[in-house]
């Protein structure tokens, strides 16, 4: 196929920064996060994250393969879904459930429509609402209680999430455990340390926009504070809410991807305010304690309307105004 020059309006912004190196500094993120899971959950946390990476790049390389598209994977970015992907799966699951999972999101929830760049929704949180729905007692049930390179069977050991919405007994854990991860949940959300540093390294490293995760954790709190308690306004457990269940590694690492997220300050804002707002809807009413995934899920399919919406003012604009209204 011959190669087309593709022309777009002005203002043309040169930069240095390549997909690959993008990618790479998401790839850096993730380690502290990849690395507390290990420590907390054990080997079986790194068997599921090498087997959901493995699936993730070998999908990609043999559907580009079959279809005569050239190799992507040196890109990095079949390897931040398998990453993400297993960061959001329970610490129990077999390990058939990340391979299946990543080669979903690969090849149904990106390659499908174009491969990256195309995709409409975020791949891997798309992997992880069909194991959801193929699955749903291994990715609600499969718990393990952390310990120290090794979880144990956390039957008795809910979520707090789950304690949260009154769906089972037990007591919150403290905040220092929230924060250092000592609690059970998936391989990935459980330390808040570890997804802030790296949240930190990207908003430093200018890869991600902090307007998509202050608007979404500042909206889960405020809107938890308010309605978190049956019965009494302004008497929700906020605290507790924001620091458990994905909320954290959801808004730093997967509300903000580049394809499915808007492109201007405001519909950033917008998107995390929205992601923020159906999170608290489900996890006060709906069936499920946690609602982040499909919360970005949503989020992602109104990004075209809100980019429509949301347009940013041209330059001149003042002085055609001043004209209109002389007129």
């Given amino acids: ?179 250092l991860g000592n609690r059970a949940g998936c391989l990935g959300e459980t330390s808040i340390i570890a997804i802030l540093i790296g949240g930190i390294y990207l908003i430093w490293k200018e890869v991600i926009d902090p307007r998509i995760p202050l608007g979404f954790i500042g909206t889960v709190f405020v809107l938890t504070w308010v309605f978190g308690k049956p019965g009494a306004f302004f008497q929700g457990n906020a605290v507790y809410h924001v620091l458990s269940g994905g909320l954290f590694l959801g808004a730093f690492f997967m509300a903000t991807d580049y394809v499915t997220s808007p492109v201007t300050a405001r519909g950033r804002l917008l998107m995390g305010i929205g992601c923020g707002a159906i999170t608290v809807l489900i996890r006060l009413w709906g069936g499920y304690p946690e609602g982040v995934s499909y919360s970005i899920l949503l989020m992602n399919l109104v990004t075209p309307l809100i980019d429509r919406v949301v347009v940013p003012r041209y330059y001149g604009w003042k002085h055609e105004a001043r004209k209109e209204k002389a007129l």
């Avoid at 996060?33 to 068997?47: D, R």
């Avoid at 291994?138 to 050991?157: E, I, Y």
């Fill in 1 to 179: 196929m011959t190669e087309r020059l593709v022309v777009s309006p002005s203002p043309h912004w040169k930069t240095d920064k390549t997909v690959p190196a993008l990618m790479l500094d998401v790839v850096i993120a993730l380690m502290p996060a990849v690395i507390a899971s290990i420590v907390f959950f054990g080997w079986k946390a790194l068997a599921i994250i090498l087997t959901s990476v493995s699936s993730a790049v070998i999908s990609e390389a043999i559907y580009e393969k079959a279809v005569k598209r050239d190799i992507t994977i040196k890109d990095y970015s079949a390897v931040i879904t398998g990453i993400l992907l297993a960061m959001n799966m329970p610490p129990g699951v077999p390990l058939w459930m990340p391979a299946i999972g990543s080669a979903f999101a690969i090849v149904i929830a990106k390659q499908l429509f174009g491969g990256l760049g195309c995709n409409f929704v975020n791949p891997a949180l798309a992997g992880r609402a069909f194991l959801m729905a193929a699955w749903p007692l291994h990715m609600t049930r499969d718990w393990l209680a952390p310990g120290f390179f090794g979880g144990v069977d956390a039957g008795a050991s809910p979520t707090p999430l789950a304690v949260l919405k009154g769906e089972s007994s037990g007591v919150l854990p403290g905040l220092w455990d929230m924060l």
